[in-house]
């Protein structure tokens, strides 16, 4: 077992874990964030999207261990003082979903994309945000919907 | 995933002693190729030695008509660097076109080569621009230390620390990704360089390779027209689901003529 200690969604943790934790078995059976989804567990699907010191990862795809000192943000974390995330109120808005499985993978993959899309001064169309989210898979097949929320998303940000 | 033990070293000196005394250890970079190989089981390392806590694997430097990228330095750095995107837009593009954001996120330049997966993009970089690659005891030339599929020139318990690339007159990455997985069926990095022209294949063979009829044709005209009449000979290359060894030699052509075109 080792100690790792991690800020998840601004409190501190400690746990003692087994070094072969992934980051997703991390914050949805320790911790009990289970609003990070596990849907293929291969880093195909982007489910499992949160964010380590402000950049998008797909926590099946990292140990635990390696985010000693880290800052972890995941969907629970991502609105404040009961207010959603203007992503997630576009997501609402604009029905960005059908049966909601791999939503909070996008929205987590979307605020990091328009995050780093304002700092680069990059216009985020409809191409940017469909090349951006390459990552997170919609089953249901509800993209339009989705990239509509996102475009939305990032106005409001 | 098998138990193991894990190692967080914080200098280059000390990862190299872990290995050493950890024969069947294993090194996680960013872990993007690794992970998934644990999880599969189709590795059983005793220990893990992760480099995520080593400030000196990362950064971007110029050191005169070189960029140095620390072998911890992530795709999505590189792809957004401006020293990068200033020298060498070439590489920024192709650091660009690697797996998708999240794993740009994480995958690491070092890891990247030292895998040596015959679909990478980076060995493409590697060996298109001449770049030197910076291990804990040594420089090797970028051809010199890809070897074959999956082998490198590393030495055992050796650790890639950096790679300098020169900065070239021109140069452009184009890939035709497999959809599904988004590796290079075919990547070809070209590259006009003070010592000449350069094209480098990877993901059609087993290992990286460098096309000399291409780069006699380039060398006294580097455009696309040059190299139109010249065909790619398809012993050797790779035949999977995806496509046969002819499609790929085709491809080559291709895909080299869409890079040229993009330097125009």
Redesign the interface.
Known sequence: M?SVTMTVNGKAVTKDI???M?LSTFLREELGLTGTHVGC????C?CC?VHVDG????SC???A??F?GASVTTIEGLGQNGTLHPMQEAFRENHGLQCGFCTTGMIM?SV??VK?AKE?GITIDEHYVRE?L??NICRCTGYHNIVKAVIAGAQAM | ??????H?PGSVADAVKLLADHPDAKL?AG??TF??T??QRLAQPSD?I?L?GIAELRGIRAEGDNVVIGAMVKH?EVM?DATVKSMIPALADMAGVI?????R??GTLGGSISNNDPAADYPGAVVGLGATVITDRRQIAGEDFFTGLFETALEEGEIVTAVSFPKPVAAAYEKFRNP?S?YAMVGVFVAKTAGGVRVAVTGAGPCVFRLPEFEQALSTNFAADAIQHLNVDASGLNADIHASAEYRAHLIKVVAKRALAKIG
Do not use: H, W
Not at chain 1, 55 to 58: G, H, N, R, T
Not at chain 2, 1 to 6: E, I, K, L, Q, V
Not at chain 2, 99 to 103: M, P
């Open positions: 080792t087994e070094p072969r992934l567990d291969t880093s195909q982007g999207v950049d998008s990862v797909k795809t990292a140990l261990v390696q000693d993959s990091d994309l780093k680069q951006g390459e990552g | 995933m098998y138990a193991f033990g894990y967080r996680l872990g993007q992970i998934p644990l999880k893990v992760d995520g999505g957004r797996g998708d954001t999240q794993v996120n994480r599904a988004r």
